[in-house]
């Protein structure tokens, strides 16, 4: 903006009140004193320049807010993607044992609080160390990826989180799902791993790879006490699959 200063013959206050209102930064009566329009034409371009100096500070101000947004959203978006890869397993991309230790204890409080069912499914592949020796170790790792993958394929709701758990053994946590449901889910597994008919010559049971799943439940009646036990109950539940033969699935009872 240009600072504009009046000189006029007119002394009109009217006149004089109009071009101030309308931007001029001073009004000068002739005949004027060349001092006196020197120190006004002096204080005119200080202005300005203070006036230049603050709008390029702001410019300036404002693009940093723009690059530190920029800086703090990708940061975020950093932060997010480590957090994601910390909780996943770096072979199959399916979540590992640390995030299904969380989020096997926030759903045991959940299903505490809002006393609804809590199932858990352990399952492992049949023969795996024999698949290793006999295929070799990169064999055996997209054997598990293909495995996991299948898994996941029957799992459809948000909350459900399968995991693997160790080695050739995989995880499911099941929120709000009973008994019937968690077998149910269970045998989709064992059959869709049964059904990528991925070649195990060395399999005592199969000519191809095959798994054994044990399931166990807690309802808003059980007296559980702690997450550990479920897992305990659905372990226990797998080694009977496995002694009855493998390529099973197999439902830990409280009956039992």
């Not at 449901?181 to 597994?189: H, K, L, R, Y």
Request: proline letters at 2%; charged letters at 30%.
């Amino acid at each position: 903006m240009i600072p504009v200063i009046i000189i006029s013959a007119l002394d009109e206050k009217e006149m004089m009140l109009a071009c101030i209102q309308k931007g001029a930064e001073d009004y000068l009566i002739k005949p004027y004193d060349r001092v006196l329009l020197k120190a006004r034409v002096s204080a005119c371009l200080d202005k300005k320049i203070l006036h230049d100096r603050e709008v390029l500070n702001n410019q300036k101000l404002e693009a940093a807010y723009k690059e530190l947004a920029v800086a703090y959203h990708e940061l975020e978006v950093v932060k997010n993607e480590l957090e994601a890869l910390s909780h996943r397993d770096g072979l199959t991309g399916i979540a590992n044992r640390r995030y299904f230790d969380t989020v096997l204890e926030r759903e045991w409080n959940a299903a505490h609080r809002e006393k609804k069912s809590l199932s858990l499914i352990l399952f492992d592949i049949d023969y795996f160390k024999k698949y290793n020796d006999t295929y070799g170790h990169l064999a055996g790792d997209d054997c598990l990826c293909q495995v996991a993958i299948a898994a996941s394929h029957v799992i459809k709701r948000p909350r459900d989180t399968l995991a693997r758990y160790g080695g050739e053994e995989f995880a499911i946590i099941l929120p709000d799902t009973d008994e019937l449901g968690a077998e149910f889910c269970a045998e989709q597994i064992r059959f869709a791993i049964e059904n990528l008919d991925i070649s195990h010559s060395s399999s005592q049971i199969n000519s191809c790879v095959t798994a054994s799943l044990g399931t166990a439940t807690i309802s808003p009646h059980t007296q559980i006490s702690t997450s550990q036990q479920l897992i305990k109950e659905a372990d226990l539940a797998l080694y009977q699959a496995k002694r009855e033969g493998r390529n099973r699935v197999k439902v830990w009872s409280t009956d039992r």
